[in-house]
């Protein structure tokens, strides 16, 4: 396929190899953070020592294809269960989604320039970890070195993957951060909820925190916010697993699947009350994979917080917001409400390639997008996410 306009697409994924989460963690923290176990006859992960029902098949093969939920996300015209929607339509694990010259192949296929990459698991485990922070900064950074192993922060120039970054402790935070930095990494990408460090839970917007945020900042290097599993899309509503709730596969509509975007909402309101732009104006933080539906309702309360605590703000939190936040709708959204209220400068595409709830191809994308302005059309398909993946090349 090839497109007539460039692509960026700031929402791929790829399938983490069976060892991702031991191959590089000390087998002493391994007990505290992922292991293997066969529960039933089938391959499971333990997430600090209990079985992790995320997903249904962690070898991901076979594999529901890409896209094969688009229908149920426009309305399920055909009244079917997501759960046997997905079944219904497996396929080998590609080689496409583990190994990056595969994956550069199938982006040329797709018509598409260039990728940002989000784990599929990793922005899951934080959450069960959480009340450990040395398991959980064992994990991601054994993570991140697997990551590097396999894919790169950046391969051939046009795929981009993101390690994970948590504040469970903010002196690993920061050497973390030094040594994906060191490496080339071009962005990062952290679950947003709030943080759990040894003194329980916080918010990441803190003093204490000022030292990681100031490298960000100093790096230029664009923090992605990505839907996972935040802690308490719940909260005691929906018992099921994060991973088969969020898209509809426990058969029953929940907060877990039709509230996704509360995590995004209270953690970038929190971001501008609590003055991490004025601090660090240098910042740029991306929505991905979150909607845009939580942004009329973020707005209102932006304005009521002004005109309430006029005193507290240096300008518009407003536009604070939208000079140094970026957003990704997802494609069932309302683009040109999205538009409208963001600007054309901070709207980013994202299809969430290979996943079953993404676009069966990105360029489905056009559908939409090919009724944009030419202009605008180029900012939200290439050049926005270009610039920020570019800032600190």
């Known amino acids: 396929m090839v497109s007539a306009t460039q692509i960026f697409d700031c929402d791929n994924h790829y399938y983490e190899a069976q060892d991702a989460f031991t191959r590089h963690v000390p087998p002493a923290m391994q007990g505290r953070c992922v292991q293997w176990a066969e529960i039933g006859g089938r391959a499971r ?3 600090a020592g209990r079985v992790d029902h995320s997903v249904g098949n962690p070898f991901f093969d076979p594999i529901a294809r890409p ?4 229908d149920y996300y426009r309305g399920n015209p055909r009244g079917l269960p997501a759960a046997e929607l997905m079944r219904g339509d497996l396929e080998p694990l ?10 550069l192949s199938a982006i040329d296929d797709q018509g598409v320039d260039s990728i940002w990459l989000f784990p599929t698991l990793g922005v899951l485990y934080e959450e069960p970890l959480k009340q450990d922070p040395e398991a959980v900064c064992a994990l991601f950074e054994g993570f991140n070195r697997w990551l590097y192993d396999d894919w790169g922060f950046v391969y051939a120039d046009r795929l981009f993957a993101a390690p994970y970054l948590s504040l469970a402790d903010v002196d690993w935070a920061c050497r973390e951060l030094d040594w994906v930095l060191s490496r080339g990494a071009r962005l990062i990408v952290m679950r947003p909820a709030a943080t759990w460090t040894r003194d329980g839970p916080t918010s990441p917007f803190v003093p204490c925190f000022d030292p990681f945020w100031a490298r960000v900042a100093e790096a230029k290097i664009p923090v992605a916010i990505h839907t ?4 308490y899309s719940a909260n005691g509503y929906a018992g099921e697993g994060f991973g088969r709730a969020s898209i509809g596969a426990s058969r029953r509509p929940s907060v877990r699947n039709l509230d996704l975007a509360r995590a995004a909402f209270d953690w970038l309101f929190t971001a501008l009350c609590e003055g991490l732009f004025e601090r660090f104006p240098g910042l740029r933080v991306v929505s991905v994979e979150n909607g845009a539906g939580f942004l009329p309702e973020l707005f209102r309360n932006l304005r009521n917080a002004r005109d309430r605590n006029p005193w ?9 917001f939208r000079e140094h936040v970026f957003v990704s709708p997802f494609w069932e959204d309302d683009l040109a409400e999205v538009l409208e209220l963001m600007g054309s400068h901070r709207v980013v595409f994202g299809s969430d390639w290979p996943h079953m709830e993404g676009l069966p191809e990105p360029l489905a994308v056009m559908t939409e997008a090919g009724r944009l302005d030419a202009d605008v059309r180029r900012r939200f398909l290439h050049d926005n996410t270009h610039e920020l993946t570019r800032s600190r090349a």
């Open 94 to 103: 590609s080689a496409s989604y583990v190994d990056p010259a595969a994956r």
């Open 67 to 70: 896209g094969v939920l688009h």
């Open 45 to 47: 992960h333990l997430v």
């Open 228 to 231: 996972g599993n935040s802690g």
């Open 312 to 320: 507290h703000f240096a300008e518009d939190p407003a536009d604070t």
